[in-house]
């Protein structure tokens, strides 16, 4: 039984989820000397401009806002295709991160995938630990972009089955 809930994020969300997006940034802007009000103008356009780059690069992607408990803990934002899942972001809040809920998201998205014979796809950037957790559910590194490695999972493509919470 999951202990998270999924809900489409709405525009009276958008606080929300720059919020949430501003913990993704918080130690990069942690060592600026600039003031308050300049990095709160800073996280607002980046964060518009990260928002609006999806909604354009990935058309029907499916923009969620993850609850535990009926508290808003992160953002989900999963870009169904034909062939694939496309994880375009999954963020928790700081205080929820380290938990497990990261991996009960992701082994759900799997299993998803799995019933639907579909491939799922991600990209990660270069220094995110969260890398080392897509590698032990199988995720496999297939390109670096810049600052990213781009990830995949494909059901069986290593000949068993990834590593589960239940085999751990």
């Not at 690069?57 to 999963?78: K, M, S, T």
């Not at 220094?127 to 995949?152: E, I, S, T």
């Amino acid at each position: 039984m999951k202990r998270w809930t999924l809900r489409a994020a709405e525009e009276s969300d958008r606080n929300l989820l720059l919020r949430i997006y501003a913990t993704t940034r918080q130690d990069e802007l942690e060592g600026l000397e600039w003031s308050q009000e300049d990095k709160a103008t800073f996280l607002y356009h980046q964060f518009t401009a990260q928002d609006q780059d999806y909604r354009e690069q990935f058309p029907g992607c499916r923009f969620q806002i993850i609850a535990v408990e009926g508290q808003d803990i992160g953002r989900l934002y999963l870009h169904w295709r034909q062939n694939e899942i496309r994880i375009v972001d999954l963020t928790l809040f700081p205080s929820w991160r380290g938990q497990g809920l990261g991996t009960e998201i992701l082994e759900w998205i799997l299993n998803e995938a799995k019933s639907a014979g579909l491939t799922v796809r991600t990209r990660v950037e270069e220094f995110n630990p969260a890398q080392r957790l897509c590698r032990r559910l199988g995720f496999r590194d297939y390109q670096k972009v810049d600052n990213y490695l781009l990830m995949k999972w494909t059901w069986g493509s290593a000949g068993q089955e990834p590593e589960s919470r239940s085999s751990r």
